[in-house]
């Protein structure tokens, strides 16, 4: 819920081992954030006047997963979290840079249970054994005949929607449905420092967010109907100035 970059409200969080500072604020939210009830802003580091990076890599399986109620096996879950930073002098005391980089790897499985489609009887308009009320002619306001819609009042744009439905595959006749939702992201952040006087510091920084995700039930319970793929890519770059009067007042300006 903390995420509006969609809205031009906020951005992704960087990297780990990228960050230097976070700050949470719950309430009293100042303009400068955007939208939201509440806010989670980092600093990024910068470099210094010696070389420094890091490497890593972060990896969950379903080795120690247990299957779900409805699920024929443990659905598939491979993630992966990597990435490293980098910074250090341009020229000492004087102009610096840090960079960091990080990617994620999900390939994981989505069990939807909620799904009854029409049996193999109900898809040829017989409904005899349906549960329920028995169909009614809209011409004569009278049930069907045993139930049986015939097939020549079928109306053909039902049937091709009919057709991008699949049978039950339970005996209960529901349908249980285990599908792959890949999702993949690449970050990227890169900032220049320099000093003009122990006092005077200008910061440029360009950040660079672009995540993808697929769902195979957006706003369904059926694969192959309502399924869905979301690529957000979020671009920022920032350019500030910061000047020291004393211990506790600075004076930043940024764009």
């Known amino acids: 819920a903390m995420y509006y970059g969609h809205r031009g409200a906020g951005l992704n969080q960087p990297p780990p081992d990228a960050i230097q500072e976070v700050k949470v604020i719950t309430s009293g939210v100042a303009a400068e954030f955007g939208r939201g009830s509440s806010s989670i802003s980092t600093v990024t580091k910068s470099g210094t006047n010696e070389f420094h990076g890091s490497l890593w890599n972060y990896f969950r399986n379903d080795d120690l997963d247990a299957r779900s109620f409805f699920s024929s096996n443990v659905p598939k879950l491979r993630y992966n979290q990597f990435g490293g930073t980098g910074g250090g002098p341009i020229k000492r005391n004087k102009a610096f840079f840090f960079g960091a980089f990080q990617g994620m790897e999900g390939r994981s499985d989505v069990v939807a249970s909620s799904a009854f489609p029409p049996t193999a009887l ?127 007042l600075l004076l930043i300006g940024r764009i």
């Open 122 to 248: 109900e898809r040829q308009g017989n409904f005899a054994g349906a549960a329920g009320k028995v169909p009614v002619d809209p011409l004569t306001k009278q049930p069907f005949p045993n139930a049986l819609i015939p097939t020549s009042r079928f109306d053909p744009v039902s049937v091709k929607v009919l057709n991008m439905f699949p049978q039950p595959d339970r005996a209960n006749g529901q349908y249980v449905a285990q599908i792959s939702a890949p999702s993949h992201n690449r970050t990227y952040l890169g900032r220049v420092d320099y000093d003009f006087s122990e006092k005077d510091r200008t910061s440029v920084r360009y950040f660079m967010d672009n995540p993808f995700s697929s769902t195979p039930f957006a706003s369904g319970n059926v694969d192959g109907y309502t399924g869905s793929s979301t690529a957000n890519r979020t671009q920022t770059a920032t350019v500030s100035h910061t000047h020291t009067f004393s211990s506790n």
